[in-house]
Protein backbone atom coordinates (compact mmCIF):
# COMPACT_ATOMS: atom_id res chain seq x y z
CA UNK A 1 0.00 0.00 0.00
CA UNK A 2 2.95 1.91 0.77
CA UNK A 3 4.25 1.57 -2.42
CA UNK A 4 1.49 1.89 -4.24
CA UNK A 5 1.28 5.34 -2.52
CA UNK A 6 4.83 6.24 -3.25
CA UNK A 7 4.13 5.81 -7.01
CA UNK A 8 0.92 7.92 -7.26
CA UNK A 9 2.79 10.62 -5.68
CA UNK A 10 5.78 10.27 -7.98
CA UNK A 11 3.24 10.51 -10.99
CA UNK A 12 1.22 13.28 -9.47
CA UNK A 13 4.06 15.43 -9.25
CA UNK A 14 5.41 14.66 -12.94
CA UNK A 15 2.52 15.91 -14.16
CA UNK A 16 1.87 18.90 -10.95
CA UNK A 17 5.05 20.39 -11.94
CA UNK A 18 3.80 21.71 -15.87
CA UNK A 19 0.88 22.21 -15.03
CA UNK A 20 1.91 24.76 -12.55
CA UNK A 21 4.70 25.80 -15.46
CA UNK A 22 2.05 25.91 -18.21
CA UNK A 23 -1.22 28.07 -16.16
CA UNK A 24 1.84 30.39 -14.79
CA UNK A 25 2.89 30.90 -18.42
CA UNK A 26 -0.57 31.60 -19.20
CA UNK A 27 -1.52 34.06 -17.16
CA UNK A 28 1.48 36.04 -17.25
CA UNK A 29 1.20 36.69 -20.72
CA UNK A 30 -2.99 37.34 -19.85
CA UNK A 31 -1.31 40.20 -17.37
CA UNK A 32 0.50 41.45 -19.79
CA UNK A 33 -2.07 41.52 -22.61
CA UNK A 34 -4.68 43.27 -20.05
CA UNK A 35 -2.39 46.11 -18.92
CA UNK A 36 -1.55 47.20 -22.31
CA UNK A 37 -4.73 47.20 -23.74
CA UNK A 38 -5.66 49.49 -26.30
CA UNK A 39 -1.99 50.56 -26.90
CA UNK A 40 -2.01 51.02 -30.54
CA UNK A 41 0.80 52.77 -33.23
CA UNK A 42 -0.30 56.25 -33.95
CA UNK A 43 -1.20 56.05 -37.74
CA UNK A 44 0.25 58.87 -39.38
CA UNK A 45 -1.32 60.88 -42.57
CA UNK A 46 0.19 59.43 -45.74
CA UNK A 47 0.16 56.14 -47.75
CA UNK A 48 3.39 55.29 -47.96
CA UNK A 49 3.38 51.75 -48.31
CA UNK A 50 2.37 49.99 -51.88
CA UNK A 51 0.92 46.55 -51.11
CA UNK A 52 -0.79 43.51 -53.86
CA UNK A 53 -3.38 41.63 -51.71
CA UNK A 54 -2.79 37.52 -52.24
CA UNK A 55 -6.03 35.44 -52.00
CA UNK A 56 -5.80 32.02 -52.87
CA UNK A 57 -8.75 30.48 -53.49
CA UNK A 58 -9.28 26.29 -54.56
CA UNK A 59 -13.40 26.69 -55.40
CA UNK A 60 -14.18 28.90 -53.09
CA UNK A 61 -16.34 30.54 -55.75
CA UNK A 62 -19.47 30.56 -52.45
CA UNK A 63 -17.95 32.51 -50.71
CA UNK A 64 -14.43 34.83 -53.02
CA UNK A 65 -16.83 37.94 -53.55
CA UNK A 66 -17.18 38.46 -50.04
CA UNK A 67 -13.36 39.16 -49.86
CA UNK A 68 -13.33 40.43 -53.08
CA UNK A 69 -16.33 43.37 -51.53
CA UNK A 70 -14.20 43.89 -48.43
CA UNK A 71 -11.06 44.78 -50.20
CA UNK A 72 -12.65 47.39 -52.27
CA UNK A 73 -13.93 48.74 -49.53
CA UNK A 74 -10.67 49.86 -47.83
CA UNK A 75 -9.66 52.95 -46.60
CA UNK A 76 -6.51 53.71 -48.67
CA UNK A 77 -5.97 54.88 -51.88
CA UNK A 78 -6.96 52.42 -55.04
CA UNK A 79 -3.26 53.53 -56.84
CA UNK A 80 -1.71 52.36 -53.83
CA UNK A 81 -2.81 48.25 -53.98
CA UNK A 82 -3.63 45.66 -56.01
CA UNK A 83 -5.63 42.53 -55.60
CA UNK A 84 -4.30 39.10 -56.94
CA UNK A 85 -6.51 36.25 -56.86
CA UNK A 86 -4.77 32.37 -57.14
CA UNK A 87 -7.04 30.25 -58.76
CA UNK A 88 -6.13 27.05 -57.52
CA UNK A 89 -6.48 23.65 -59.35
CA UNK A 90 -10.14 25.16 -59.09
CA UNK A 91 -13.59 23.24 -60.93
CA UNK A 92 -16.24 25.66 -60.22
CA UNK A 93 -16.45 29.70 -61.22
CA UNK A 94 -13.92 30.69 -58.89
CA UNK A 95 -11.77 32.49 -61.88
CA UNK A 96 -14.40 33.94 -63.50
CA UNK A 97 -15.83 35.69 -59.97
CA UNK A 98 -12.29 37.00 -59.88
CA UNK A 99 -11.79 38.50 -63.34
CA UNK A 100 -15.59 40.33 -63.30
CA UNK A 101 -14.28 41.69 -60.26
CA UNK A 102 -11.81 43.29 -62.09
CA UNK A 103 -9.15 41.82 -60.07
CA UNK A 104 -5.63 40.07 -61.10
CA UNK A 105 -6.27 36.07 -61.35
CA UNK A 106 -3.62 33.81 -61.45
CA UNK A 107 -4.66 30.11 -62.57
CA UNK A 108 -2.80 27.51 -61.52
CA UNK A 109 -3.03 23.87 -62.31
CA UNK A 110 -1.19 20.90 -60.51
CA UNK A 111 -2.87 18.29 -58.78
CA UNK A 112 0.77 17.06 -57.59
CA UNK A 113 1.88 19.79 -55.88
CA UNK A 114 -1.64 20.90 -54.27
CA UNK A 115 -2.65 23.10 -51.07
CA UNK A 116 -2.22 26.69 -50.15
CA UNK A 117 1.42 26.75 -49.48
CA UNK A 118 1.99 26.05 -53.06
CA UNK A 119 -0.68 28.66 -54.15
CA UNK A 120 0.97 31.03 -52.32
CA UNK A 121 4.79 29.98 -53.76
CA UNK A 122 3.22 30.85 -57.27
CA UNK A 123 2.15 33.76 -56.01
CA UNK A 124 4.37 35.49 -54.55
CA UNK A 125 7.23 34.84 -57.84
CA UNK A 126 4.32 36.45 -59.64
CA UNK A 127 4.26 39.59 -57.16
CA UNK A 128 7.27 39.99 -56.12
CA UNK A 129 8.38 41.15 -60.07
CA UNK A 130 6.06 43.98 -59.74
CA UNK A 131 6.79 46.97 -57.98
CA UNK A 132 4.93 46.45 -54.88
CA UNK A 133 6.75 47.42 -51.08
CA UNK A 134 4.56 44.58 -49.16
CA UNK A 135 1.89 41.61 -49.66
CA UNK A 136 -1.03 40.93 -47.42
CA UNK A 137 -2.67 37.56 -47.98
CA UNK A 138 -6.16 36.90 -47.14
CA UNK A 139 -8.38 33.58 -47.42
CA UNK A 140 -10.97 33.48 -49.58
CA UNK A 141 -13.46 33.61 -47.12
CA UNK A 142 -12.75 36.37 -45.01
CA UNK A 143 -13.40 40.25 -44.51
CA UNK A 144 -10.82 42.71 -43.70
CA UNK A 145 -11.12 46.19 -41.75
CA UNK A 146 -11.26 49.09 -44.12
CA UNK A 147 -8.65 50.72 -42.19
CA UNK A 148 -6.29 48.17 -41.73
CA UNK A 149 -4.00 49.17 -45.30
CA UNK A 150 -3.46 52.16 -42.84
CA UNK A 151 -2.29 50.55 -39.35
CA UNK A 152 0.10 48.04 -41.76
CA UNK A 153 1.08 50.68 -43.75
CA UNK A 154 2.05 52.97 -40.14
CA UNK A 155 3.76 49.75 -38.20
CA UNK A 156 5.81 48.57 -41.78
CA UNK A 157 7.00 52.33 -41.81
CA UNK A 158 8.17 51.73 -38.58
CA UNK A 159 10.60 49.55 -39.01
CA UNK A 160 8.49 46.16 -39.32
CA UNK A 161 8.51 43.55 -41.53
CA UNK A 162 6.42 40.90 -40.99
CA UNK A 163 2.73 41.70 -39.15
CA UNK A 164 0.02 39.16 -37.88
CA UNK A 165 -3.54 40.71 -38.36
CA UNK A 166 -6.11 39.91 -35.42
CA UNK A 167 -7.93 36.76 -36.59
CA UNK A 168 -11.52 37.12 -35.87
CA UNK A 169 -14.41 34.78 -35.55
CA UNK A 170 -17.31 36.29 -37.74
CA UNK A 171 -20.27 33.49 -35.94
CA UNK A 172 -19.19 32.66 -32.54
CA UNK A 173 -22.90 32.37 -32.23
CA UNK A 174 -23.62 29.77 -35.15
CA UNK A 175 -23.38 26.93 -32.93
CA UNK A 176 -21.46 25.21 -29.63
CA UNK A 177 -18.42 24.60 -31.90
CA UNK A 178 -18.10 27.84 -33.77
CA UNK A 179 -18.45 29.63 -30.50
CA UNK A 180 -16.02 27.14 -28.37
CA UNK A 181 -13.50 27.70 -31.13
CA UNK A 182 -13.86 31.20 -30.74
CA UNK A 183 -13.12 31.82 -27.69
CA UNK A 184 -9.90 29.64 -27.79
CA UNK A 185 -8.97 32.00 -30.99
CA UNK A 186 -9.88 34.97 -28.69
CA UNK A 187 -7.84 33.89 -26.56
CA UNK A 188 -4.96 33.06 -28.19
CA UNK A 189 -4.61 36.52 -30.16
CA UNK A 190 -5.42 38.53 -27.27
CA UNK A 191 -4.29 37.46 -24.06
CA UNK A 192 -1.21 35.21 -25.46
CA UNK A 193 -0.28 36.63 -29.41
CA UNK A 194 -0.95 40.39 -28.09
CA UNK A 195 1.45 40.04 -25.13
CA UNK A 196 4.64 38.14 -26.27
CA UNK A 197 4.67 40.85 -29.24
CA UNK A 198 4.42 43.38 -26.64
CA UNK A 199 7.70 42.36 -24.85
CA UNK A 200 9.25 41.32 -28.18
CA UNK A 201 8.70 37.54 -27.97
CA UNK A 202 8.21 35.91 -31.64
CA UNK A 203 4.64 35.00 -32.76
CA UNK A 204 3.54 32.32 -35.07
CA UNK A 205 1.93 33.28 -38.16
CA UNK A 206 -1.92 32.74 -38.79
CA UNK A 207 -2.70 31.81 -42.40
CA UNK A 208 -4.78 34.67 -42.74
CA UNK A 209 -3.78 38.42 -42.14
CA UNK A 210 -0.41 37.80 -42.78
CA UNK A 211 2.30 41.09 -44.37
CA UNK A 212 5.39 40.61 -45.41
CA UNK A 213 7.36 43.35 -47.05
CA UNK A 214 8.55 42.51 -50.39
CA UNK A 215 11.89 42.09 -48.87
CA UNK A 216 11.64 39.75 -46.52
CA UNK A 217 9.77 37.46 -49.18
CA UNK A 218 13.30 38.18 -51.30
CA UNK A 219 15.39 37.38 -48.35
CA UNK A 220 13.33 34.34 -47.12
CA UNK A 221 11.66 32.39 -50.16
CA UNK A 222 8.08 31.52 -49.37
CA UNK A 223 9.22 27.57 -49.65
CA UNK A 224 6.70 26.05 -46.93
CA UNK A 225 4.08 23.97 -48.69
CA UNK A 226 3.57 21.35 -45.56
CA UNK A 227 -0.30 21.18 -44.09
CA UNK A 228 0.54 23.75 -42.12
CA UNK A 229 2.63 26.11 -43.98
CA UNK A 230 2.09 29.24 -41.66
CA UNK A 231 3.65 27.60 -38.76
CA UNK A 232 6.26 26.14 -41.21
CA UNK A 233 7.05 29.39 -42.82
CA UNK A 234 6.97 30.80 -39.49
CA UNK A 235 9.88 28.95 -37.58
CA UNK A 236 12.22 29.50 -41.00
CA UNK A 237 11.90 32.87 -40.27
CA UNK A 238 12.26 33.02 -36.48
CA UNK A 239 15.34 30.70 -36.75
CA UNK A 240 16.74 33.36 -39.27
CA UNK A 241 15.95 35.73 -36.96
CA UNK A 242 13.31 37.22 -37.74
CA UNK A 243 10.16 38.79 -35.60
CA UNK A 244 6.16 38.33 -36.53
CA UNK A 245 4.33 41.60 -34.68
CA UNK A 246 0.88 40.58 -33.80
CA UNK A 247 -1.50 43.37 -34.39
CA UNK A 248 -4.75 43.38 -32.90
CA UNK A 249 -6.00 46.79 -33.95
CA UNK A 250 -6.64 45.76 -37.51
CA UNK A 251 -8.47 42.50 -37.89
CA UNK A 252 -9.41 39.77 -40.52
CA UNK A 253 -13.21 37.99 -39.94
CA UNK A 254 -14.29 34.58 -41.12
CA UNK A 255 -16.17 32.39 -40.62
CA UNK A 256 -14.91 29.37 -37.72
CA UNK A 257 -16.36 25.83 -37.54
CA UNK A 258 -19.81 25.65 -37.20
CA UNK A 259 -20.35 21.94 -37.79
CA UNK A 260 -18.82 18.88 -36.73
CA UNK A 261 -17.49 18.01 -40.27
CA UNK A 262 -15.82 21.07 -40.54
CA UNK A 263 -14.16 21.07 -37.28
CA UNK A 264 -12.79 17.80 -37.79
CA UNK A 265 -11.30 18.44 -41.12
CA UNK A 266 -9.74 21.74 -39.94
CA UNK A 267 -8.73 21.14 -36.46
CA UNK A 268 -7.16 17.33 -37.30
CA UNK A 269 -4.90 19.15 -40.02
CA UNK A 270 -3.90 21.89 -37.25
CA UNK A 271 -3.29 19.58 -34.85
CA UNK A 272 -1.11 16.87 -37.40
CA UNK A 273 0.21 19.69 -38.54
CA UNK A 274 1.24 21.90 -35.62
CA UNK A 275 1.84 19.27 -32.97
CA UNK A 276 3.85 17.51 -35.65
CA UNK A 277 6.61 20.16 -35.79
CA UNK A 278 6.30 20.32 -31.74
CA UNK A 279 7.47 17.23 -31.55
CA UNK A 280 10.78 17.27 -33.77
CA UNK A 281 11.16 20.87 -33.13
CA UNK A 282 10.22 22.11 -29.79
CA UNK A 283 13.46 20.97 -27.51
CA UNK A 284 15.79 21.73 -30.44
CA UNK A 285 14.96 25.11 -30.39
CA UNK A 286 14.95 25.06 -26.82
CA UNK A 287 18.57 23.73 -26.89
CA UNK A 288 19.67 25.84 -29.18
CA UNK A 289 18.27 28.81 -27.31
CA UNK A 290 20.47 27.63 -24.32
CA UNK A 291 23.21 27.21 -26.01
CA UNK A 292 23.94 29.75 -28.87
CA UNK A 293 20.89 31.13 -29.88
CA UNK A 294 18.86 34.08 -29.05
CA UNK A 295 16.89 33.10 -25.66
CA UNK A 296 13.77 33.86 -27.53
CA UNK A 297 14.04 30.28 -28.96
CA UNK A 298 13.40 29.18 -25.83
CA UNK A 299 9.91 30.50 -25.46
CA UNK A 300 9.70 29.85 -28.63
CA UNK A 301 10.14 25.48 -28.17
CA UNK A 302 8.17 26.41 -24.86
CA UNK A 303 5.46 27.60 -26.70
CA UNK A 304 5.37 24.75 -29.00
CA UNK A 305 5.12 22.23 -25.98
CA UNK A 306 1.97 23.90 -24.58
CA UNK A 307 0.32 25.13 -27.97
CA UNK A 308 -2.00 22.44 -27.94
CA UNK A 309 -4.53 24.01 -25.30
CA UNK A 310 -7.14 20.47 -25.56
CA UNK A 311 -3.98 18.77 -24.27
CA UNK A 312 -3.25 21.20 -21.28
CA UNK A 313 -6.41 20.50 -19.84
CA UNK A 314 -6.23 17.19 -20.57
CA UNK A 315 -3.04 16.76 -18.68
CA UNK A 316 -4.51 19.20 -15.89
CA UNK A 317 -7.51 16.82 -15.46
CA UNK A 318 -5.13 13.83 -15.25
CA UNK A 319 -3.17 15.22 -12.90
CA UNK A 320 -6.15 16.25 -10.80
CA UNK A 321 -7.48 12.90 -10.84
CA UNK A 322 -3.80 11.42 -9.58
CA UNK A 323 -3.30 14.22 -6.54
CA UNK A 324 -6.89 13.35 -5.50
CA UNK A 325 -5.57 9.68 -5.52
CA UNK A 326 -2.18 10.42 -4.04
CA UNK A 327 -4.36 11.98 -1.37
CA UNK A 328 -6.34 9.01 -0.93
CA UNK A 329 -3.60 6.68 -0.49
CA UNK A 330 -1.65 8.71 1.56
CA UNK A 331 -3.23 11.90 3.58
CA UNK A 332 0.34 13.40 4.38
CA UNK A 333 1.93 16.63 4.28
CA UNK A 334 3.27 16.20 0.85
CA UNK A 335 -0.24 14.94 -0.78
CA UNK A 336 -2.03 17.74 0.90
CA UNK A 337 0.36 20.22 -0.78
CA UNK A 338 -0.39 19.13 -4.01
CA UNK A 339 -3.41 18.93 -3.81
CA UNK A 340 -3.89 22.67 -3.11
CA UNK A 341 -1.46 23.07 -5.83
CA UNK A 342 -3.66 21.57 -8.47
CA UNK A 343 -6.88 23.30 -7.13
CA UNK A 344 -4.98 26.83 -7.77
CA UNK A 345 -4.11 25.66 -10.94
CA UNK A 346 -7.66 24.46 -11.79
CA UNK A 347 -8.76 27.70 -10.17
CA UNK A 348 -6.05 29.82 -12.50
CA UNK A 349 -7.34 27.81 -15.80
CA UNK A 350 -10.81 28.68 -15.06
CA UNK A 351 -10.41 32.36 -14.47
CA UNK A 352 -7.80 32.05 -18.04
CA UNK A 353 -10.65 30.58 -20.13
CA UNK A 354 -13.35 33.09 -18.68
CA UNK A 355 -11.23 36.14 -19.48
CA UNK A 356 -11.70 34.48 -23.07
CA UNK A 357 -15.38 34.36 -22.28
CA UNK A 358 -16.01 37.88 -21.20
CA UNK A 359 -13.53 39.65 -23.64
CA UNK A 360 -15.78 37.75 -26.64
CA UNK A 361 -19.10 38.92 -24.76
CA UNK A 362 -21.89 37.33 -23.41
CA UNK A 363 -25.19 37.39 -23.71
CA UNK A 364 -28.20 34.91 -23.25
CA UNK A 365 -27.47 33.03 -26.77
CA UNK A 366 -23.66 32.62 -25.96
CA UNK A 367 -24.65 31.58 -21.90
CA UNK A 368 -26.54 28.74 -23.85
CA UNK A 369 -23.70 27.69 -26.12
CA UNK A 370 -21.41 27.55 -23.23
CA UNK A 371 -22.97 25.32 -21.70
CA UNK A 372 -23.17 22.49 -24.47
CA UNK A 373 -19.18 23.32 -24.67
CA UNK A 374 -17.92 20.14 -22.83
CA UNK A 375 -18.70 17.78 -26.16
CA UNK A 376 -16.52 20.35 -28.30
CA UNK A 377 -13.66 20.15 -25.79
CA UNK A 378 -13.52 16.79 -25.61
CA UNK A 379 -13.95 15.80 -29.38
CA UNK A 380 -10.93 18.71 -29.47
CA UNK A 381 -9.01 16.74 -27.27
CA UNK A 382 -9.58 13.57 -29.36
CA UNK A 383 -8.40 15.97 -32.34
CA UNK A 384 -4.97 17.38 -30.58
CA UNK A 385 -4.39 13.24 -29.27
CA UNK A 386 -4.57 11.71 -32.58
CA UNK A 387 -2.67 14.43 -33.96
CA UNK A 388 -0.27 14.04 -31.02
CA UNK A 389 0.25 10.63 -32.57
CA UNK A 390 1.29 11.36 -35.64
CA UNK A 391 -2.89 9.39 -36.51
CA UNK A 392 -4.55 12.42 -39.03
CA UNK A 393 -4.13 13.70 -42.38
CA UNK A 394 -0.96 13.82 -43.88
CA UNK A 395 -1.98 15.97 -46.99
CA UNK A 396 -3.50 19.87 -47.25
CA UNK A 397 -7.55 19.45 -47.11
CA UNK A 398 -9.75 22.03 -47.99
CA UNK A 399 -12.50 23.18 -44.88
CA UNK A 400 -15.78 22.95 -45.95
CA UNK A 401 -17.79 25.85 -46.41
CA UNK A 402 -21.27 26.42 -44.87
Not at 274 to 301: H, M, R, W
Amino acid sequence: MLFMAYIFQVLSFLLLVPAVLVVSYYMFLAIVALLNRGKGITILKGNNTKFVIVVPAHNEESTLQKTLSSCALLDYPSDQYQIYVVADNCTDKTAQIAKNAGVTCLERENLVERGKGYALAYAFKNVLEQDFDAVIVLDADCEIDNHALKVFDAYLQSGEEVLQANDVASNPDDSPMSYAVAVGNMIENNLYYSAKTQIGLPVILRGTGMVFTTNILRKHPWDACSIVEDMEYSLSLIRAGVKTKFIEEASVRSDFPATKEQLDIQRTRWAAGNLGYGKTDAISFIKEGFQSGPKTLIDVGWSMLVLSRPLVMLELLICLVLVCVSYWLSPDLFSICMVVTAMIVLVLQVVYFSLGIIMLGISVRRIILLLKTPYVILRLIVISLKGLMGVGIDKWARTPRS
